[in-house]
């Protein structure tokens, strides 16, 4: 499985962006898919998931309410829509296919495959 991840950027406090990772090399509705962010000097920290079907989506406490996670399986691709965007989300996020749960898990080591990454800054 190969991931792309993009769409990140420069945006204001209260901005909105959208993340879009593209994947290819597996039937794409077959599995889970998750995005992840690291910060600079701090660990990896799990964003949001969603299931292969797009029924279910989980989201970390810190984005709920402002981050919806989305996937178009006819495009092979899945969403991250990020609003009332704030400095303390300023990281790289990554995007990741999960083979082991049908829900996509909060803890990065289940996830088997991984994008590249796409930078995030939101300035205050």
């Known amino acids: 499985v190969q991931l792309q991840a993009f769409g990140g950027g420069l945006v204001q406090d209260g901005g909105s962006l959208r993340l879009s990772c593209a994947a290819s090399g597996r039937t794409f509705s077959s599995y889970a898919m998750g995005w992840f962010r690291q910060a600079p000097g701090k660990e990896r920290e799990f964003v949001a998931s969603v299931s292969w079907s797009g029924g279910s989506t989980h989201y970390a406490d810190s984005v709920k309410g402002r981050f919806t996670i989305s996937r178009d399986n006819a495009k092979n691709t899945v969403y991250l829509q990020m609003n009332s965007l704030k400095p303390e989300d300023t990281a790289v996020y990554y995007c990741?296919?999960?083979?082991?749960?049908?829900?996509?898990?909060?803890?990065?080591?289940?996830?088997?495959?991984w994008g590249q990454g796409t930078e995030v800054t939101v300035s205050s």
């Open positions: 990741a296919a999960d083979f082991v749960t049908s829900d996509g898990s909060s803890w990065a080591p289940i996830y088997d495959y």
